[in-house]
């Protein structure tokens, strides 16, 4: 008779899984017993908060589930911020829990944690397993939740005896059927695609602002289709990069807190915005004043609840980013052509507005990007980790194709970028995967070191070593009377040799020609790599717009 | 402008429901201020109804946010004027004297109350109605001395033939074991 971890695994490969990230323990040793004959490739991190964000990377690598396994209590606990950040970024990353027998449950058993209970608002859905004959009807559900709709993060908690129990018979539904809106993808109504058709036409100053769901839908064609149709600029959010091709000439880059001064000049200037797939975060617009009676606003968004929530919306569509573009694009073409010299030429303009000063002093980051470009193939995936490693990464390294820019948006996690490129790697052995880190990300989860050597799986670590936590550094610099408080992380470790001590390769560059080599030799070899690029701890990311200033007020160097 | 706000739901009746919805509200920064709870007439789905002081556009918000939540089959604001709300108290009041007994029962049945309990010093009255009326009754009787006081939140729902749960919706439910 089949177990319940029988049953799991079955309904698991059901669902498409080939790959899961985790670490096992008391709670969940019955299904790791079942795992090991199952065909499916388990990577074993070495901190579950580092499975769940490979778990993330895989998924915004592939644009389909990734699974992330722990055992109960401090395995769950560790899952949080891995959790969480899916949750922000609307990543559908399906975690998967062990738990102490249902009968033992709510006695505060050893390693007995209410990982539902403290999961519940960072998951679109947490399932508390309690029968055998249930876990092929909830594993359906929670990949169905997890990718419908707006993406994200589904937990499923396992109990031992669960994975235990025996049934003789087992029924793997085709299909289920789940409440709320939330696993919906609505058509557009039509009649607002007609009046945003004619609003496109009618604004002189038009712009697209994209952001992740463009991504998620896979509507980047479209978003580029529509632009050259209307010659309209587009400017994206972080979680757009890559949206749409940067070396496009209707491409701006990113606006925000430390966007691009072109694209935050033509977003505060354009009157009529076509947003996709974005909620509006304070980072993204938070410096622009009066964003909604500037211009009007026409917001696609496949969640309802974003509509109006953070900026006023003139014209709410919603749907699915890509099924809404593709009727637009429709009725944008019966109406009349319009020509927009002025601002065609005015966005060509705000197009060569760069930030790339070198004072001499050290090696530059955006350099070290711009040599990056350079050396990588163009379907390359780069992650990163989160602060000053994070803006230059996305200010200086252009991505030509969406999923090959993935990093911790909404809740900025630092440690993110190194699991993340180790979910990528194992999603796209075919790509380069090289991870754009800051020394104080890297520490914070680089004991998966071990993961890539023991497991094979060839990343790159660029490390942006400043020595220092540089953008609260820069933050005190510039908004704390440059008093510098609890950043200064001192000459330890040598990255080098920490690499080394796992068993992958370490190099430390001196030169901007080594960096070129020690990259190129990275990414052609087998073995994962950490490129130590000293930088001098003063670096700063610029542009910034002061937090609460406006984007007239952005510092510039 | 801030208001009382009636939200009337269709969910499904499982362990964690309430904590999910709940904690949206708690998330939000927003105090319910009465919440029942109750099954439908189809098996497996509950009818929630939530009473909060809030300004307009936060309540089409979280009508948004709680009709995205899985397990939430509907979700409706409910304008008081186009329904029916009622809401249940027990007041327990001490009485001593003949002449306070004799006013408290010329109170309850001007409010088409009951009694539903007597000790030698003590009358619970229940009053059914609009929230309102519950309100009044229970102002009026704060001249006696109250010494416990349960309310049951409010129940609502929609006036003429209109209704949340219609057979449509009910068919798409399908009922798992429990």
């Known amino acids: 008779m089949p177990s319940g971890s029988d049953i799991m695994i079955e309904a698991l490969r059901r669902e498409g899984v080939k790959d899961a990230f985790g670490i096992p323990g008391g709670a969940i040793m019955p299904f790791y017993d079942r795992l090991k004959d199952s065909g499916i490739r388990h990577i074993l991190m070495r901190h579950e908060q580092g499975a769940a964000h490979a778990a993330d990377g895989y998924a915004r690598a592939l644009g389909r589930p990734g699974l992330c396994i722990a055992t109960s209590g401090p395995g769950a606990t560790n899952f949080v911020t891995g959790i969480a950040t899916a949750y922000m970024d609307s990543s559908p990353v399906v975690a998967l829990t062990g738990q102490v027998p249902v009968k033992l449950i709510g006695r505060d058993s050893f390693q007995e944690i209410d990982i539902v209970g403290i999961t519940n608002p960072i998951t679109k859905y947490a399932f508390q397993l309690k029968r055998v004959s249930e876990i092929p009807r909830v594993v359906k559900k929670a990949f169905y939740i997890a990718s419908h709709g707006r993406p994200g993060p589904v937990l499923i908690d396992f109990p031992r005896d669960i994975q235990l129990g025996e049934i003789e018979h087992v029924e793997y539904p085709e299909r289920v059927w789940v409440s709320g809106r939330g696993v919906h993808l609505p058509s557009p109504d039509m009649k607002a695609v007609g009046t945003a058709a004619i609003w496109l036409m009618e604004a002189e100053k038009p712009i697209m602002l994209v952001g992740g769901g463009v991504i998620h839908s896979g509507a980047s064609p479209q978003v580029l289709e529509l632009a050259e149709l209307l010659n309209i600029p587009v400017v994206t959010t972080l979680m757009g990069k890559g949206a749409v091709p940067e070396n496009h000439p209707l491409c701006l880059g990113m606006i925000g807190m430390h966007g691009k001064l072109g694209a935050n000049m033509a977003l505060a200037e354009a009157d009529l915005i076509l947003a996709v797939g974005t909620r509006f975060s304070d980072r993204s617009v938070g410096p622009f004043e009066d964003l909604d009676s500037n211009a009007r606003i026409i917001h696609v968004d496949v969640d309802e609840s974003e509509i109006g929530k953070n900026v006023r919306c003139h014209l709410p569509i919603v749907a699915d980013a890509k099924e809404a573009l593709e009727a637009l694009i429709d009725a944008v073409k019966t109406l009349p052509p319009k020509s927009r010299t002025a601002w065609v030429e005015k966005v060509k303009e705000l197009r060569e507005t760069a930030l790339e000063s070198d004072d001499g002093k050290g090696m530059k980051p955006w350099k070290v990007m711009k040599i990056m470009r350079r050396v990588l193939p163009k379907d390359a995936i780069i992650t990163t980790g989160v602060g000053q490693n994070q803006m230059w990464a996305a200010l200086h390294f252009d991505v030509y194709a969406p999923r090959t820019f993935i990093s911790s948006g909404g809740l900025g996690t630092m440690g993110f970028g190194f699991p993340a490129s180790i979910g990528a790697k194992v999603a796209r052995p075919d790509r380069t995967v090289v991870c754009v880190d800051g020394d104080g990300s890297f520490l914070m989860t680089c004991q998966n070191l071990a993961t890539v050597v023991v497991q094979n799986i060839p990343v790159t670590v660029v490390i942006l070593d400043n020595r220092a936590l540089g953008m609260v550094r820069q933050w005190q610099e510039l908004f704390f009377n440059k008093r510098f408080v609890a950043v200064d992380l001192g000459q330890t470790p040598d990255f080098e040799k920490l690499a080394k001590a796992f068993g992958a390769e370490g190099v430390r560059v001196g030169d901007y020609e080594e960096f070129r080599e020690a990259l190129s030799k990275a990414i052609n070899s087998d073995v994962p790599t950490v490129i130590d690029v000293p930088i001098e701890p003063s670096e700063k990311v610029f542009p910034i717009i002061p937090p609460g200033g406006k984007v007239s007020e952005a510092i510039t160097g | ?178």
């Open chain 2, 1 to 178: 402008m801030s208001g009382t706000h009636v939200l009337a739901m269709i969910v499904e009746d499982k362990p964690g429901v309430m904590t999910r919805i709940a904690d949206m509200f708690r998330r939000k920064l927003v105090n319910i201020d009465t919440i029942t709870v109750g099954k439908t007439r189809v098996p497996g789905l509950s009818r929630i109804v939530i009473t909060l002081e809030c300004d307009e556009d936060f309540a089409r918000y979280v009508v948004k946010l709680l009709r995205k939540t899985v397990d939430v089959l509907y979700v409706e604001e409910l304008q008081p004027s186009k329904s029916i709300l009622r809401e249940l108290a027990l007041v327990k009041v001490e009485v001593d004297e003949t002449q306070e007994k004799l006013e408290l029962l010329q109170l309850v049945n001007i409010f088409r109350g009951g009694i539903v309990d007597v000790s030698e010093s003590t009358i619970t009255a229940q009053v059914v109605g609009d929230p309102s009326k519950v309100d009044a009754f229970i102002k009026l009787c704060r001249r006696f001395k109250i010494i416990e006081l349960a309310r049951t939140g409010i129940v609502a729902m929609s006036r003429g033939p209109k209704t949340m749960l219609p057979d449509e919706l009910a068919e798409k439910f399908v009922e798992e074991e429990p």
